[in-house]
């Protein structure tokens, strides 16, 4: 691929696929290219785990996965960064606190210009846009048809904005719309999460016996207070080796608020359960789990996948907002959202990123897609989904009424979800209005 779509001729560089070939060759119906979220999720592998949900529908289309340039087994790019947390990080509890997050998103700036200063003005959505449809054009197809979840319902309307008229059926999950696409990536999702929290510490409190992080809701609650008062104080200690502080303690609540499942909701209990102890400066040993998700969080293990994502952010939506901005929005949100406030208004390395090479896409279009979306999604809200639907009066909406999950089709085992999905995806045919699916 070319590396700058401006000069084609120039530098190029490598974008992984993989291809799943349809097998029902009769009743083809042509590429579906698949797309994991992120930014920065790797998709190689979604041909193979899609094709599960799709059932017999997966036959009928070549399954396209791709890892975005810059991202897995595509031309690598890694900052050396000593962390991989930079894109969700915390402010602190004061002025003190926050003042640290101002000087590392600085230094992990500074370090990603120095090691790749000569492609990231090239590390954007629109690019990988523009990958897709070489990509389409390869394949020699006149159409591409289109699955994505999360970020990738953003890359996808991206792609029709600058190729209209050359997707087929289109699928995006977890909507974003690209005014709510910014480099806090969180901002405006604060009540969401904090709902989020309080319906999993219901769920916990429930199930005292098993956790006993509280009775109530209340104590459950004062449970997470006291465990990010503690690490404050101290950074809490984690086996021999992890020490977790309050700029990312916070993400560990949040990462495990993206679903109301069962499964999701135990993990982090336990996770919380182990939190407690070490709060209360008790020896505690990680699970296998939790070590990899602190080695990822804390250590150079994290440093590109953090480093792709936040290349990818600031390429396209960088601005310079003013390092006392944040504090200001950090101040004002904490009392309302003490748990999310502090994280969702940070300061990011994109405060000192260049600015974009192009201007963010906004949409002037109208697109024929199935949206789907849950009513209490805790990271792409409901909302983007209902703001693109009106902007798309030729799109229809699947909605999951009061499910609180983020990524539904083949992820949340709603059959009127995967069948509704599958029916088109089979067809073409668009529901003749919107359609609601029972959480």
């Not at 050396?80 to 230094?107: H, Q």
């Not at 849950?374 to 693109?388: C, F, K």
Request: glycine residues 8%; proline residues 6%.
């Amino acid at each position: 691929m070319p590396l700058d779509y401006a000069d084609p001729g120039g530098r190029t560089i490598t974008v992984a696929i993989s291809r799943l070939k349809a097998t029902d060759t009769a009743h083809r119906i042509g590429p579906l290219l698949l797309n994991d979220g992120g930014p920065a999720g790797p998709s190689l592998h979604m041909p193979l785990t899609k094709s599960k949900v799709m059932g017999e529908v997966a036959d009928r289309y070549d399954l396209i996965g791709m890892d975005p340039r810059f991202v897995g087994r595509s031309t690598p790019l890694d900052c050396g960064w000593d962390l991989g947390s930079a894109p969700l990080r915390s402010a602190g509890a004061d002025l003190a606190a926050y003042r640290k997050e101002v000087a590392v998103a600085r230094e992990l700036a500074r370090r990603c210009k120095r090691a790749h200063g000569d492609v990231l003005p090239y590390v954007t959505t629109r690019n990988t846009a523009r990958d897709m449809d070489v990509i389409r054009a390869a394949l020699g197809e006149d159409t591409l048809s289109y699955l994505g979840y999360s970020y990738g319902s953003y890359l996808g309307e991206v792609y029709t904005q600058l190729f209209p008229g050359r997707t087929d059926r289109m699928v995006l999950d977890g909507v974003n719309s690209p005014e709510r696409y910014s480099h806090t990536l969180l901002r405006g999702a604060e009540a969401a999460n904090e709902a989020a929290l309080r319906a999993w510490a219901s769920w916990a409190a429930a199930r005292h016996s098993t956790y006993g992080l509280g009775p109530t809701r209340a104590e459950v609650l004062a449970t997470v207070k006291h465990i990010l008062a503690a690490a404050a104080q101290e950074p809490l200690q984690i086996g021999d080796t992890y020490l977790l502080d309050e700029h990312v303690l916070p993400f560990f609540f949040i990462g495990g608020l993206g679903s109301d499942l069962d499964k999701q909701r135990a993990d982090l209990a336990a996770t919380v359960r182990l939190l407690a102890h070490a709060a209360d400066r008790e020896p505690v040993e990680p699970s296998e789990e939790l070590a990899g998700q602190l080695e990822f969080l804390l250590t150079r293990t994290g440093s590109a996948p953090a480093s792709q994502m936040t290349a990818i952010v600031c390429g396209d939506v960088a601005e310079r907002r003013g390092v006392s901005s944040y504090w200001r929005a950090v101040k004002a949100s904490r009392e309302r959202y003490p748990l999310t406030g502090p994280l969702a208004n940070n300061i990011t390395p994109c405060e000192f990123w260049d600015r974009p090479a192009e201007a963010p896409t906004e949409l002037d279009n109208g697109v024929p897609a199935l949206l789907v979306a849950a009513t209490r999604d805790p990271r792409t809200l409901y909302a983007s989904a209902e703001a693109i639907r009106e902007q798309w009066p030729s799109s229809r909406l699947l909605t999951v009424k009061g499910a609180r999950q983020h990524g539904l089709y083949g992820e949340y085992g709603n059959a009127c979800v995967d069948e509704r999905v599958n029916a088109y995806l089979r067809t073409g045919r668009l529901p003749a209005h919107n359609l609601t699916c029972e959480a």
